[in-house]
């Protein structure tokens, strides 16, 4: 405008989606912009009313905010029926992500759905998708779902389901420790790969890694560490016969396994945890990592003392920490918490003292004491023998730690 050029409709868009870059970005600051545009008489398209909604979706919809972003939605959609610019499916995929993020439910957003009159699109299904899951309208999405699979199958021109929409389903049932459900997702999700024979409809690692992390609340019809690495050796499996990147094994899905062995109530679980380390290390294109053997230190902590020799879980325990120093990695808080809660169940007093003051020391010249690590020494020794170990840190009146640790 110094220079006497007037913006057009491009600038405004470039404008808009700087703001959808930024870290924070108010609604009112968005309207600001939004007005300018509507007062400068520039020729208007879709494109521009696109980006203004796509920044509400993405950068301010809130449940705090539902008011002013649905109403701010509604004036968008007036100004581009008064100036006859046509919706598409950005336009809708965008209200559907407003409208999800300011906490409407999933008939609100098929009503949406339907009054704009727009050909939906696989995003807008799975956006009403993971609303109905938000909601914890589980029997509704999976109906959903199903409904979906039905409809392409009965005609290919309808829009196909892909690992994306199955995973979201199988995320939610996850989240709710819903083993069976995760499952009978999964199948269907094969099934359906069995049909449409698409790589985009197989299942990849995130589907089984949420499917094992179900896993941690355990049943009674199987082993929970048993159950977690035959879905292992099947991802595994089924990545050396097809080849697809999506189902190349990664560390998260190593140290899902690791985990739900170590919350398991298999008798040798400490022993299981340490093959799944050791079948990365056999990987040419994977590292340990400080959550895997943590993982592992985790799972001697927890170990029932019926269920194997104290003394050898620990000694499995000090092979674990050696490792650190094998791998070059570095441990951390957790990494002693874990150490010294299996110490704590050692049953000979005096075995017990002198592990958990050898591993306090260690931590201090790791410098890794806080709260949580005083607090098992504290609870593993007896009275006077944890004051005189904690005792540089009760003189500073436990204010803070001293200096050394």
Same mark, same amino acid.
């Given at each position: 405008?110094?220079?006497?050029? /007037?913006?057009?409709?491009?600038?405004?868009?470039?404008?808009?989606?700087?703001?959808?870059?930024?870290?924070?970005?108010?609604?009112?600051?968005?309207?600001?912009?939004?007005?300018?545009?509507?007062?400068?008489?520039?020729?208007?398209?879709?494109?521009?009313?696109?980006?203004?909604?796509?920044?509400? /979706?993405?950068?301010?919809?809130?449940?705090?905010?539902?008011?002013?972003?649905? /109403?701010?939605?509604?004036?968008?959609?007036?100004?581009?029926?008064?100036?006859?610019?046509?919706? +598409?499916?950005?336009?809708?995929?965008?209200?559907?992500?407003?409208?999800?993020?300011?906490?409407?439910?999933?008939?609100?957003?098929?009503?949406?759905?339907?009054? &704009?009159?727009?050909?939906?699109?696989?995003?807008?299904?799975?956006?009403? @998708?993971?609303?109905?899951?938000?909601?914890?309208?589980?029997?509704?999405?999976?109906?959903?779902?199903?409904?979906?699979?039905?409809?392409?199958?009965? +005609?290919? !021109?309808?829009?196909?389901?892909?690992?994306?929409?199955?995973?979201?389903?199988?995320?939610?049932?996850? !989240?709710?420790?819903?083993?069976?459900?995760?499952?009978?997702?999964?199948?269907?999700? !094969?099934?359906? =790969?069995?049909?449409?024979?698409?790589?985009?409809?197989?299942?990849?690692?995130?589907?089984?890694?949420?499917?094992? =992390?179900?896993?941690? =609340?355990?049943?009674?019809?199987?082993?929970?560490?048993?159950?977690?690495?035959?879905?292992?050796?099947?991802?595994?499996?089924?990545?050396?016969?097809?080849?697809?990147?999506?189902?190349?094994?990664?560390?998260?899905?190593?140290?899902?396994?690791?985990?739900?062995?170590?919350?398991?109530?298999?008798?040798?679980?400490?022993?299981?945890?340490?093959?799944?380390?050791?079948?990365?290390?056999?990987?040419?294109?994977?590292?340990?990592?400080?959550?895997?053997?943590?993982?592992?230190?985790?799972?001697?902590?927890?170990?029932?003392?019926?269920? /194997?020799?104290?003394?050898?879980?620990?000694?499995?325990?000090?092979?674990?920490?050696?490792?650190?120093?094998?791998?070059?990695?570095?441990?951390?808080?957790?990494?002693? &918490?874990?150490? @010294?809660?299996?110490?704590?169940?050692?049953?000979?007093?005096?075995?017990?003292?002198?592990?958990?003051?050898?591993?306090?020391?260690?931590?201090?010249?790791?410098?890794?004491?806080?709260?949580?690590?005083?607090?098992?020494?504290?609870?593993?020794?007896?009275?006077?023998?944890?004051?005189?170990?904690?005792?540089?840190?009760?003189?500073?009146?436990?204010?803070?730690?001293?200096?050394?640790?």
């Amino acid at each position: 405008r110094r220079r006497g050029v /007037a913006p057009d409709v491009i600038s405004y868009a470039t404008v808009a989606r700087c703001y959808g870059r930024c870290s924070f970005v108010s609604l009112d600051s968005l309207k600001g912009l939004y007005r300018r545009m509507m007062d400068s008489g520039v020729v208007l398209d879709n494109a521009v009313f696109n980006v203004i909604l796509n920044v509400v /979706a993405k950068k301010i919809a809130a449940p705090r905010r539902c008011e002013d972003c649905v /109403a701010f939605m509604s004036e968008v959609f007036d100004d581009m029926k008064s100036n006859e610019i046509k919706m +598409d499916k950005y336009t809708l995929n965008s209200s559907l992500e407003i409208y999800h993020k300011c906490g409407k439910d999933g008939d609100e957003m098929l009503k949406l759905l339907q009054e &704009m009159d727009v050909s939906a699109s696989l995003i807008s299904f799975n956006i009403i @998708l993971k609303n109905l899951c938000k909601q914890d309208r589980m029997e509704e999405a999976h109906t959903f779902l199903q409904n979906m699979v039905t409809k392409y199958i009965k +005609d290919n !021109q309808s829009i196909k389901p892909t690992v994306d929409t199955f995973n979201t389903l199988i995320n939610a049932y996850s !989240q709710q420790g819903n083993y069976i459900k995760c499952e009978e997702v999964l199948a269907s999700m !094969q099934d359906f =790969h069995s049909y449409d024979n698409d790589p985009a409809t197989n299942p990849d690692r995130i589907s089984y890694s949420n499917l094992i =992390h179900s896993l941690r =609340h355990g049943s009674n019809e199987f082993d929970t560490a048993t159950r977690a690495i035959q879905l292992l050796d099947q991802v595994e499996a089924e990545y050396d016969q097809k080849g697809y990147e999506s189902l190349k094994p990664d560390s998260t899905l190593y140290n899902i396994v690791i985990n739900a062995i170590a919350k398991s109530h298999h008798p040798n679980k400490a022993h299981e945890a340490l093959k799944i380390v050791d079948r990365i290390t056999t990987r040419d294109d994977f590292r340990v990592t400080t959550t895997a053997l943590n993982g592992v230190l985790n799972a001697c902590a927890y170990s029932n003392k019926t269920d /194997a020799n104290e003394l050898n879980i620990l000694a499995l325990a000090l092979d674990v920490y050696k490792r650190f120093k094998t791998y070059r990695i570095r441990p951390d808080q957790i990494t002693f &918490m874990m150490l @010294l809660k299996t110490c704590v169940n050692l049953s000979d007093y005096s075995q017990k003292k002198k592990y958990i003051l050898t591993l306090f020391r260690e931590c201090c010249v790791q410098g890794l004491v806080d709260e949580r690590i005083m607090k098992e020494v504290w609870g593993g020794l007896k009275k006077d023998d944890a004051q005189k170990a904690l005792g540089p840190y009760y003189k500073q009146g436990k204010k803070k730690l001293p200096m050394e640790w």
